[in-house]
């Protein structure tokens, strides 16, 4: 049982939505839940000890961030995207992320690049420390895209990072996944530092290849997963 919150005010309804919207994301985030699956607001609801117009505020919080979709007349579930849906996003962040990273690598101080460099470091410490996981809040992508200096580019990159989020970070729960990430941005930023931007360029494109496959798996997998679990509710 979570935290009860007494009869919402305005005050404690803030806390009470933001409450819901942690704990579902967290939920969201370490598999609890699996895409496609339908979640409950009068579940939630009770077991957080919240109200159903709380929940369904948070579930509106995660609405914007890609991890839940509200199907009209049918309720809320997580974001699934089907495998052509998938095809074409990277498509589409191929095309984007390439010409990125070589107006980057052209555009970018010599500061900032070390500054990366210092971030993917604090990112092999974090994966030694937990479990070989990619860390979410350290975006490689996003920061190598902002340095392009062209915010109508680092707009439209944003969509399509917006609409992969939960494929990209349930790939880089997958250790082994992760680990050639890590080893794969190394060398873009290595392209990048040597002013390269074809190679840094052709080291996007190959680890964008890379990136597809371990999300076209990861959701096939899940897939299958949902349709267990569903199978499994059913036979009770």
């Known amino acids: 049982m979570g935290v009860i919150f007494p009869k919402e005010d305005k005050a404690s309804g803030a806390l009470a939505i933001t409450h819901a919207e942690r704990t579902l994301r967290r939920q969201i985030l370490e598999g609890f839940y699996l895409p496609g699956q339908k979640i409950s607001d009068?579940?939630?609801?009770?077991?957080?000890?919240?109200?159903?117009?709380?929940v369904r505020e948070s579930f509106q919080r995660l609405v914007q961030d890609g991890l839940i979709t509200i199907v009209p007349?049918?309720?809320?579930?997580?974001?699934?995207?089907?495998?052509?849906?998938?095809?074409e996003l990277y498509e589409l962040r191929e095309a984007l992320e390439v010409f990125a990273v070589s107006q980057a690598t052209l555009r970018a101080s010599t500061e900032k690049l070390i500054a990366i460099k210092e971030m993917l470091t604090i990112t092999k410490t974090s994966m030694v420390e937990h479990g070989g996981r990619y860390p979410v809040e350290l975006d490689f992508h996003a920061t190598v895209c902002e340095l392009a200096g062209n915010q109508a580019l680092l707009d439209e990159i944003q969509k399509v990072h917006h609409k992969l989020k939960l494929t990209r970070i349930f790939s880089g729960y997958k250790p082994a996944r992760a680990r050639d990430a890590y080893w794969e941005h190394l060398?873009?930023?290595?392209?990048?530092?040597?002013?390269?931007?074809?190679?840094?360029?052709e080291a996007m494109r190959s680890h964008l290849c890379n990136s597809r496959i371990s999300t076209e798996e990861i959701n096939q997998d899940l897939k299958h997963d949902t349709t267990s679990t569903e199978q499994s509710l059913l036979s009770r």
């Open 42 to 54: 009068s579940a939630i609801s009770k077991d957080l000890g919240v109200s159903r117009t709380s």
């Open 73 to 87: 007349n049918r309720g809320a579930f997580v974001t699934e995207r089907n495998k052509q849906e998938v095809s």
């Open 187 to 201: 060398s873009i930023l290595e392209a990048m530092i040597r002013r390269d931007s074809n190679a840094a360029a």
